[in-house]
């Protein structure tokens, strides 16, 4: 089975070097979809300088930022594999795990694999509102929609493809991830989670996430409750 990697991107020019090439590194079938979200820095350049020719990656670029959820949204909608994942173009989630995160699809035990950081064995967050809002959102998820996940925010949430091609997202920031878990609660599609590795960074090494993020997460899981 064919796995399509969404990377959305935006102003990560000290770690998107590194992070493409921990990516293609990893041996399986695959293809890197990279959507540079209008990004200031030199992100843009390093993409057309080192990948453009690269049979494996597709970059796509938008004008202007738009935010995470739209592009996402531009990376399923070109994704051609049989499964879809998430991958932040830093540093904190690590492609080696994309292995045991595929397993439970591939051996037809599951639809949708979120890594849970909870269930690591070195789980550590720089910032403990971050954590707590992970919590919440978790324990949200599950009395709102019968799951039992312990890391809903998590980076790594991998699909097979034609389930999340056929859920609309509307949220083009951060929240666009507690709508799909909530759309997927609500089409009664369960969640395996597999343990993952994770490397927290901090705000001045380029963490975008900010409080309000929180707040419009939260919304989203009761809004979608009860509208699509």
């Not at 879809?84 to 949708?112: R, S, T």
Request: glycine fraction near 6%.
């Amino acid at each position: 089975m064919k796995l399509s990697v969404v990377m959305p991107a935006y102003n990560e020019d000290r770690t998107i070097e590194e992070i493409v090439r921990k990516v293609l590194a990893v041996e399986m079938e695959k293809e890197l979809i990279i959507v540079d979200d209008g990004s200031r820095d030199r992100t843009r350049e390093i993409l057309r300088e080192k990948f453009m020719d690269l049979d494996e990656i597709n970059v796509i670029f938008h004008e202007k930022n738009s935010g995470k959820g739209a592009a996402v949204k531009t990376g399923i909608a070109a994704a051609t594999g049989d499964m879809v994942i998430i991958q932040d173009a830093d540093l904190e989630y690590d492609p080696n795990d994309f292995h045991k995160l595929v397993q439970p699809i591939i051996d037809g035990k599951a639809q949708v694999v979120y890594g849970s950081r909870v269930k690591g064995r070195d789980f550590k967050h720089r910032y403990t509102l971050n954590l707590f809002a992970a919590r919440l959102l978790s324990f949200m998820s599950n009395v709102l929609y019968g799951f039992n996940i312990t890391d809903e925010p998590t980076c790594y949430k991998l699909f097979r493809a034609d389930i999340i091609k056929s859920i609309e997202i509307k949220g083009d920031g951060f929240e666009w991830e507690p709508e799909v878990t909530a759309k997927l609660g609500k089409k009664g599609i369960a969640i395996h989670e597999v343990p993952i590795s994770y490397y927290s960074r901090t705000i001045k090494e380029g963490k975008k996430i900010k409080w309000i993020d929180g707040v419009k997460a939260i919304w989203a899981l009761m809004k979608y409750r009860f509208v699509d």
